[in-house]
């Protein structure tokens, strides 16, 4: 093995570690966090807030958890400098994180619960062969591109499209899926350089 592949090797299972530990704190800073509590199977509340009931799932169910933590800069919502790491915000993280990651064919209802303290939202958009997530073009904006949106979980205690998910509050969308990969991701600016997406594939 010539030294380039070996160092190309290495490269690798070092963003792979990386990227286990990253996964591994942000569940323990979730759960430790005690924000946000399940009620049960499709119901949720924020601390000291109402709750928020998610209807049953048509088809395929996906549970998605979108998470920050950390200091803005700049105004809510705005965009601090990430320093070229995946998940970190300014002195923070954020996360979207979608369970289970593979499902059948057909009808999915995506279940979106904010357990961050920003707003958030999640968009569904097809995913090109040979391309995985996080690859997008991030606009002068600070977002990407939703051509081809197959659908998007943005309001508050509500299915489609909104004015984004507070922290606290649940929101759902039912999409109608393809066998196919896709990407999830929060297009908040800045969100989508700061780690928001994960792949969700559909088979047959």
């Not at 950390?70 to 002195?91: I, S």
């Not at 990407?183 to 780690?195: D, F, S």
Request: overall charge positive; aromatic content about 4%.
């Amino acid at each position: 093995m010539n030294t380039h592949r070996r160092r190309a090797v290495w490269s690798a299972i070092a963003i792979a570690a990386a990227a286990l530990v990253l996964g591994i704190a942000t569940t323990g800073l979730m759960a430790a966090s005690g924000a946000f509590h399940r009620t049960g199977p499709t119901s949720w509340r924020a601390q000291g807030g109402a709750r928020c009931t998610a209807p049953a799932a048509k088809g395929s169910a996906v549970d998605v958890t979108v998470w920050d933590r950390g200091h803005m800069t700049g105004g809510p919502n705005r965009p601090a400098p990430n320093h070229g790491l995946p998940g970190w915000y300014g002195m923070g993280m954020m996360r979207l994180v979608a369970h289970p990651a593979t499902v059948p064919a057909g009808k999915v209802t995506l279940r979106v619960v904010n357990a961050g303290t920003l707003t958030h939202e999640v968009i569904v958009l097809p995913l090109s062969a040979g391309r995985t997530a996080g690859e997008r073009a991030i606009g002068s904006d600070g977002r990407v591109s939703e051509t081809g949106s197959l659908g998007e979980a943005s309001r508050n205690c509500g299915s489609g499209a909104g004015e984004g998910i507070a922290s606290g509050a649940a929101a759902w969308t039912t999409v109608t899926l393809p066998p196919g990969r896709y990407e999830l991701v929060c297009n908040v600016p800045g969100h989508y350089a700061a780690g928001m997406y994960t792949e969700l594939d559909v088979a047959k």
